[in-house]
């Protein structure tokens, strides 16, 4: 009877320990998958909204540096002008939603979207 006891208490203990092991490997693995792209964007987002005003002031000053190169490039290599009128509405758009207050998510896509494409419009008259 003893032996009886003795085995159900080390199986106890045994699976005891493979739960705990397959706890902390699961959380270990849920923590690995919440850093994902979305995740790490929502944070960023998150981040951004609490120093709104400081992005908002940023946005709008980029931008517009930004959209004032692409025109100057734009009117001295002599590019298509619907590359020039392409410039100006998105560093425009980008302005306008920053200046109307639009939430962080909508002023952050567009703010990226302007910088990524200003930057290719520059390349584009250069080369």
């Known amino acids: 009877m003893l ?10 203990f045994y699976l005891g320990i493979m739960t705990t092991l397959s706890k902390t490997y699961s959380q270990k693995h849920t ?5 994902s ?7 960023l987002i998150k981040q951004l909204e609490f120093s709104y005003f400081a992005f908002i002031s940023f ?12 025109v100057m490039f734009s009117l001295e290599y002599h590019v298509a002008f619907w590359e020039f009128i392409f410039g100006m ?9 920053a200046l109307a207050q639009f939430p962080v998510k909508w002023v952050f896509n567009v703010f990226v979207a302007t910088a990524f494409i200003n930057i290719c419009l520059i390349i584009h008259a250069v080369l």
Do not use: C, Q
Request: aromatic share 14%; glycine share 4%.
């Open 37 to 43: 792209f979305k995740w790490k964007y929502n944070e």
């Open 89 to 97: 509405v998105l560093s425009l758009s980008n302005l306008v939603m």
């Open 3 to 12: 032996f009886i006891k003795d085995t159900i208490l080390f199986f106890k």
């Open 59 to 70: 946005s709008i000053a980029v931008s517009a540096i930004l959209g004032g190169i692409v």
């Open 31 to 35: 923590v690995i998958k919440l850093h």
